[in-house]
């Protein structure tokens, strides 16, 4: 079964500076999509980036960046120039292009982003 | 912009009532999914629909149910409620099943904390 791990339950980091948020995740298929949401305090789940598996590159969002590691099954995201709007939960999920009737979703990892 | 409306943001039931959770999407999207959240366990899919009068179990289907008569709408029901469905309740749509269009987003409601004492 597909597994994904957020092994940080809690991170925080000063305004304007860079944070990375750790995903890991557990797939014996070579084709899937990766996603990372963002939940606010207003609780809105926000889709921040998206990853096709078979592409190489990594996607980018403005300051969203992801550095995807498919031999390691590592899925970072990365969060430049840090804004106070940032503080969230943020989630990690996975899809397969076989098994596609749901999203599986990681843990969550709460981001404070201080002044 | 596409709107996923859930009628309460908070609900506070007795253990044994029978509890309706609605949610009405407005962008005609074929699929809606109902999600519950619990600390340090992430989002777990109870059931989804990808059309009217149809539904399918999701990875915690056990004490809830769900109906779908019309397409914009999608209804979580616990028949006889118990305080370890004190949750939050996360409804969610999109345009295509997922099967097949791997790389379509989820468009969530805002959520409602359910308590049950």
Redesign the interface.
Same mark, same amino acid.
């Given at each position: 079964a597909q597994t994904?791990t957020?092994s940080q339950?809690e991170m925080s980091v000063q305004e304007a500076e860079t944070v990375t948020l750790s995903c890991t995740y557990d797939t014996s298929e070579s084709n +899937? +999509?990766l =996603?990372w949401y963002k939940q606010p305090p #207003? &609780?809105?789940? %926000?889709?921040v980036i &998206?990853q096709?598996a078979y592409k190489q590159q990594n996607a980018t969002e403005n300051r969203f960046s992801v550095n995807f590691q498919k031999a390691a099954k590592s899925f970072s995201l990365k969060i430049s120039d840090s804004q106070l709007g940032d503080t969230a939960m943020y =989630?990690c999920a996975f %899809? #397969?292009?076989y098994n596609?009737?749901?999203?599986i =979703? @990681?843990? @969550?990892t709460r981001l404070q982003v201080f002044p | 912009d596409v709107k996923v409306t859930q009628s309460s943001r908070y609900l506070v039931k007795r253990t044994g009532e029978k509890v309706f959770l609605e949610c009405v999407q407005d962008m005609d999207h074929e699929n809606m999914f109902w999600y519950r959240q619990d600390p340090g366990l992430g989002l777990r899919l109870i059931y989804f629909s990808y059309d009217v009068k149809m539904k399918e179990k999701g990875d915690i289907p056990e004490g809830y149910s769900v109906s779908r008569e019309k397409k914009e709408r999608f209804s979580l029901i616990l028949e006889s409620a118990s305080t370890n469905q004190t949750s939050m309740y996360l409804c969610a749509s999109s345009l295509f099943f997922l099967r097949g269009a791997t790389n379509e987003k989820l468009f969530f409601g805002s959520g409602t904390q359910l308590s049950v004492l």
């Open positions: 994904v957020q339950p +899937y +999509y =996603f #207003s &609780r809105q789940m %926000i889709l &998206r096709e =989630f %899809i #397969s292009t596609t009737d749901k999203l =979703f @990681g843990t @969550g | -």
